[in-house]
């Protein structure tokens, strides 16, 4: 578990007496084991110099040692008050932990309190987030692996999704067919919902599939990804049904130039803030700018939403093995909206993505 001993390194080198890595992702990302425990307690303990330990809900206990954890794992019952335990267990490897790390974005203010009760002497002394984050920034070959077989698979699921597409239907419809098919073919889960957005109703950004009936001469976004081996794609594209008029023409070729331009631009070197100015130099200089409000991108992994950030103000510098979307967008109220995406790595001299579904312009069979 090399991500894990890297951690432990980290551990000892900040002085730290005790990791309690609360967050279920960042112990999928350290040990392999993947569930979100929803109101259980599951923890990760991490000492400088002693071997962790996973914490977890008796029926978790026996999946994690067939997933080959190498060391201990202890469980608790319903009715059982894990922090009780869990002090028990700290204290046989430390009577008093003072310096602690933990996950401010993650651990609850009830639960930390539990610590309390048990440590008199807690001090926070490192917010575990930040460096968990630094970690999760570089993906190994093995993650982009992974990423590009979900990658594979949403490419599928957009050629199904398209072929769904038929005047009439809701977006609901043509969602659930998707999901029906990618299922039948062994892909069992999504990263997220699932979004067919048609006409008018694509230009609320995060607004969600419904019962919007799919009207002839209107563009139809999806927004959609898969999970393999818990890793996660995400892709949009967006296809015309019909004819397009002029506007609805224009905005797709402005979104899909921002795109290519902000994508070809992908390299070690250049800053996360430079890839979302150009996407936006292209939208704005469209005279669209006002209609692009989000972010060109967000990292993504084990998680749909990591770092970096691809957007501005964040000067972070592009390194190889980062993975992140560019998806820039544009949204008029009332007419349409278009968005464009793909996710990629960045490799040594350029970026490669992780969907190769065609970004021109497609039409629905009808
Ligand atoms: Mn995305």
Redesign the pocket.
């Known amino acids: 578990m090399p991500k894990l001993e890297e951690f432990q390194k980290w551990v000892k080198n900040n002085d730290l007496d005790i990791a309690y890595v609360s967050d279920f992702k960042n112990i999928e990302y350290f040990t392999g084991f993947s569930s979100d425990p929803i109101e259980r307690v599951l923890g990760l303990f991490v000492f400088p110099n002693h071997e962790p330990f996973i914490f977890a809900p008796a029926l978790e206990v026996e999946v994690i040692k067939e997933i080959g954890w190498p060391y201990p794992v202890y469980g608790y019952l319903d009715h059982e008050k894990p922090y009780d335990k869990i002090a028990q267990l700290i204290k046989e490897i430390n009577p008093n932990p003072t310096k602690w790390g933990i996950e401010k974005d993650n651990l609850t203010i009830e639960r930390f309190d539990q610590i309390k009760n048990h440590f008199s002497n807690v001090e926070v002394k490192s917010n575990l987030t930040d460096e968990i984050n630094r970690l999760r920034l570089i993906k190994t070959p093995k993650e982009i692996e992974e990423l590009k077989e979900a990658g594979k698979e949403a490419d599928f699921a957009l050629e199904t999704a398209y072929n769904a597409v038929k005047v009439g239907k809701t977006e609901a419809e043509v969602a659930a067919e998707l999901e029906y098919k990618l299922k039948k073919s062994g892909v069992m889960e999504m990263s997220f919902d699932t979004l067919i957005q048609a006409g008018a109703h694509a230009a609320n950004p995060h607004g969600a599939t419904d019962m919007n009936k799919i009207e002839n001469n209107e563009l139809v976004l999806f927004?959609l990804?898969t999970v393999h081996n818990g890793y996660i794609s995400?892709?949009?594209r967006t296809i015309a049904v019909g004819k397009l008029n002029e506007k609805q023409q224009d905005i797709f070729d402005t979104c899909l130039k921002a795109q290519l331009k902000a994508q070809a631009a992908v390299k070690p070197g250049v800053k996360a803030s430079e890839i979302d100015k150009i996407a936006r130099d292209v939208i704005e200089n469209a005279g669209y700018g006002e209609y692009f409000i989000h972010r060109a991108?967000?990292g993504?992994g084990l998680g749909?939403?990591e770092f970096p950030s691809i957007m501005e103000g964040n000067d972070l510098v592009l390194e190889e093995g980062m993975c992140f979307?560019i998806?820039p967008g544009i949204y008029i109220p009332d007419v349409a909206g278009v968005r464009i995406?793909d996710?990629v790595h960045v490799t040594q001299d350029g970026c490669e993505p992780f969907t190769n579904t065609t970004k021109e312009l497609r039409y629905a069979k009808d």
Do not use: K
Request: net charge negative.
């Open positions: 927004d990804g995400d892709v949009s991108g967000h993504m749909e939403h979307s998806e995406e996710c």
